[in-house]
T-cell receptor, first 113, second 111 residues
Framework: DAGVIQSPRHEVTEMGQEVTLRCKPI?????LFWYRQTMMRGLELLIY????????DSGMPEDRFSAKMPNASFSTLKIQPSEPRDSAVYFC???????????FGPGTRLTVL | TQLLEQSPQFLSIQEGENLTVYCNSS?????LQWYRQEPGEGPVLLVT?????EVKKLKRLTFQFGDARKDSSLHITAAQTGDTGLYLC???????????FGKGTMLLVSP
């Protein structure tokens, strides 16, 4: 079975550019989570969706960050404009309602120069 | 936001040694999970503990949830090089669908 799929795996961009990260959750999962991981702050929840609806975006650091889930099999996290401090590994995870197991994708390593 | 403190932050040992890592909070969690993350990969769930005082074993790994459900420990017996990775604990608050993660313990097991 395919797990959570994220693309790209690596992204290098210049400050001010728009960055779009993509995620395909496990088929049938109701919840989708976006996390950011850095050495300083660890793994932080940015936003999560239930049945494609954003439930809590209080972890989104600034208005430069936005996330969408147009259907059950696809979500995007967009940063516009990007800044060097956005450099981190971004993870997408999905889970099934009624369970407490989150399945993580391999992550996107973002470097903003 | 409930905080989870993990200790030690980094641990380097030889193969065959035993070790214990800790996860502590001042708050109560309805459940606590342990994940292992290998370089270049996402975290993978190892175990979930839900009852105060609960002990779960996964081969050479022993997980314990504190009686008050505020802390947890992970003990590894006879560590192997394949145990190398970042060990993360994550707590779930009652009624929420989200997890709060600690910063992790980076374990390096050398041959």
């Amino acid at each position: 079975d395919a797990g959570v799929i994220q693309s790209p795996r690596h992204e290098v961009t210049e400050m001010g550019q728009e960055v779009t990260l993509r995620c395909k959750p496990i088929s049938g999962h109701d919840y989708l989570f976006w996390y950011r991981q850095t050495m300083m702050r660890g793994l932080e929840l940015l936003i999560y969706f239930n049945n494609n609806v954003p439930i809590d975006d209080s972890g989104m650091p600034e208005d430069r960050f936005s996330a969408k889930m147009p259907n059950a099999s696809f979500s995007t996290l967009k940063i516009q404009p990007s800044e060097p401090r956005d450099s981190a590994v971004y993870f997408c995870a999905s889970s099934l309602a009624g369970t407490d197991t989150q399945y993580f994708g391999p992550g996107t390593r973002l470097t903003v120069l | 936001t409930q905080l989870l403190e993990q200790s030690p932050q980094f641990l380097s040992i030889q193969e065959g040694e035993n070790l214990t890592v800790y996860c502590n909070s001042s708050s109560v969690f309805s459940s606590l999970q342990w994940y292992r993350q290998e370089p270049g990969e996402g975290p993978v769930l190892l175990v979930t503990v839900v009852t105060g005082g609960e002990v779960k074993k996964l081969k050479r790994l022993t997980f314990q949830f504190g009686d008050a459900r505020k802390d947890s420990s992970l003990h590894i017996t006879a560590a192997q090089t394949g145990d190398t990775g970042l060990y993360l604990c994550a707590g779930e608050e009652s009624g929420y669908s989200t997890l709060t993660f600690g910063k992790g313990t980076m374990l390096l097991v050398s041959p």
